[in-house]
Each structure stands twice: as structure tokens, then as C-alpha cells.
């Protein structure tokens, strides 16, 4: 039996003591270090927790913009579908004859340019027996447009008093015809003709009280300065005159009723 020498086992010993105390010392070095720090506490995840709920806070703000939005078209919607209802109906009416439109009215009789002196109407003849049977012979079974035109061939052939008197039917038959106007002016231009110009002023006026909207308006109230010119009443022409230039601009009136103040201010 060989016996081992007490200086070698101790030798063993503190060799197997170095190498245990080697390892032990290399431990700490592969180890990983632990973050002992908490996520809430991480700069990044703060800001990023900021972000969003901004982005939520934006989004939250722009959904009820849009709802708020989305509730003023509900709300506008049956106005629309007024607009559209009145557009449609106004669309299915006749449009009115084409005239110029003027922003200001053309003067009345009750306006700033109704004549210092009032004409008086002359009276008109006593209607005989035979008046009275042209004035009957105007059948209710004619249209609109042929008792027109009945009244109009009666004017053309100079036939004056009949020719008002068909016109003034008319007119209680059909105050709201589209020929309305013009035979109320028509009343005028017959008694014009016949050199009755306070009668035509007074027939000339109803077109202008009554169609001041319609075709016959700018001619009525231009015959109107011209009945005055024929009384030798030129301060009231010019008024009338002038009314034709300011109310119906660039209409064949305007430049006639130029022409006839050109005439007065050579008198």
C-alpha cells in the first residue's frame, strides 16, 4: 500500500481550493445585471402613454364635430326640400313677358310724380241702341286672344268708341290674362288718338297702377308725358318724361322719351 505523502494531499487541497475559488470569482461577471426599474417609470413609455391619449383626446373631439355637423344637415334637409317644392312650382308658372326689370317702381298717380294739375276725364258719349248691340255681340264662347283681336281690328279701322268698349270687356272677362296689360293701354291709345288726352292720361295710369310689372309699363307711362306735351303742360311731361329714362333704362321708351325732352328744351 502506497502511502501518500501529507505534503502532496495538502498540495491537492489548496489546488482544488484555488480552482473552486477561480469559478466562484467568475460568477459575478456572467450573471446578467436585472432593471430593477418599474415600465411606468421608463421616460419612453411615459411619452408614449402621452401620445396616445392625446391621439384618443383628438379623436374623441373630431367624432362629435362630425356628429354636430351631421346634425345640421338633418336639420337643413326639410328647408331644402321646401326650396326644391317652391323652385318646382315656380318652374311650372308662365314667365312674364320679356321686359327690362327695374329696381324702383314706376311712378303712380299717389307717388312724388303725380301732376300738379289732375285731369279730369271727359265724359264719353251716350251709348245708343247700336252701341249697345256691338257691346252684346262680344260672345262669351270666343277665347281670350280672339275678343283680343276683335278689339284691336276695331281699333285699326278707327273705330274707336267700340274699340274701348270691346277692350273694357275684355278686361272685366279676363283681368288677369296675359294680355291684360295691353289692352288697358290699348283704352289709352284709343283715346289718345282721338286727341282725349286727359281720358288717355287716366287709361295710361291704370296700366301703371295695375301692370307696372308687365310689358305695356315703359310705352304707358312714356304716353303719359306725351298726353301732357299735347295739354301744353311741360312741367308735368318732363316729370313723366323723365320717369321713363330713370325707371326703363336701354327700352325703346328711354330713347323716345330723350327725343321728346330734347323737343321741350327747344321750346
Same mark, same amino acid.
Given at each position: ?106 311712378? =303712380? !298717380?299717389? %307717388? /312724388? $310724380?303725380?301732376?300738379? @294739375? ?7 258719349? +251716350? *251709348? ?44 272685366q272677362l279676363y283681368p288677369k290674362h296675359d294680355l291684360a296689360d295691353n289692352a288697358q293701354y290699348w283704352i ?27 310689358? =305695356? !309699363?315703359? %310705352? /304707358? $307711362?312714356?304716353?303719359? @308725358? ?7 303742360? +311741360? *312741367? ?32
Open positions: 500500500m502506497n502511502i501518500v505523502p501529507k505534503s502532496k494531499i495538502a498540495s491537492r487541497v489548496c489546488m482544488g481550493l484555488l480552482i473552486a475559488m477561480f469559478f466562484l470569482a467568475g460568477l459575478p461577471a456572467c450573471t446578467p445585471v436585472k432593471n430593477l426599474s418599474k415600465p411606468e417609470e421608463d421616460p419612453r413609455f411615459v411619452a408614449l402613454q402621452q401620445e396616445m391619449d392625446r391621439i384618443a383626446e383628438s379623436n374623441s373631439a373630431t367624432r362629435q364635430k362630425v356628429e354636430n355637423i351631421y346634425n345640421c344637415v338633418l336639420a337643413l334637409q326639410p328647408k331644402v326640400d321646401s326650396l326644391e317644392a317652391n323652385l318646382d312650382e315656380l318652374a311650372g308658372q308662365p314667365m312674364l313677358k320679356s321686359q327690362a326689370q327695374v329696381t324702383l317702381p314706376p311712378p =303712380k !298717380a299717389s %307717388d /312724388a $310724380l303725380t301732376p300738379t @294739375g289732375e285731369v279730369k276725364p271727359t265724359p264719353e258719349k +251716350p *251709348e245708343g241702341p247700336g252701341a249697345m248691340l256691338k257691346k252684346a255681340s262680344v260672345s262669351s264662347e270666343l277665347s281670350p286672344e280672339l275678343q283680343y283681336k276683335k278689339a284691336h281690328e276695331a281699333y285699326a279701322k278707327h273705330l274707336f268708341d267700340e274699340a274701348i268698349a270691346l277692350f273694357k270687356e275684355f278686361l289709352g291709345e284709343n283715346y289718345y288718338d282721338m286727341k282725349d288726352y286727359p281720358n288717355a292720361i287716366l287709361a295710361f295710369k291704370e296700366v301703371m297702377r295695375h301692370y307696372e310689372e308687365e310689358g =305695356k !309699363a315703359p %310705352d /304707358a $307711362l312714356l304716353k303719359i @308725358g306725351y298726353s301732357y306735351v299735347a295739354l301744353d303742360d +311741360p *312741367e308735368n311731361a318732363r316729370i313723366y318724361l323723365e320717369g321713363v329714362i330713370k325707371n326703363y333704362p336701354f327700352s325703346e321708351a328711354e330713347v323716345k322719351a330723350r327725343a321728346k325732352l330734347k323737343e321741350l328744351e327747344n321750346l
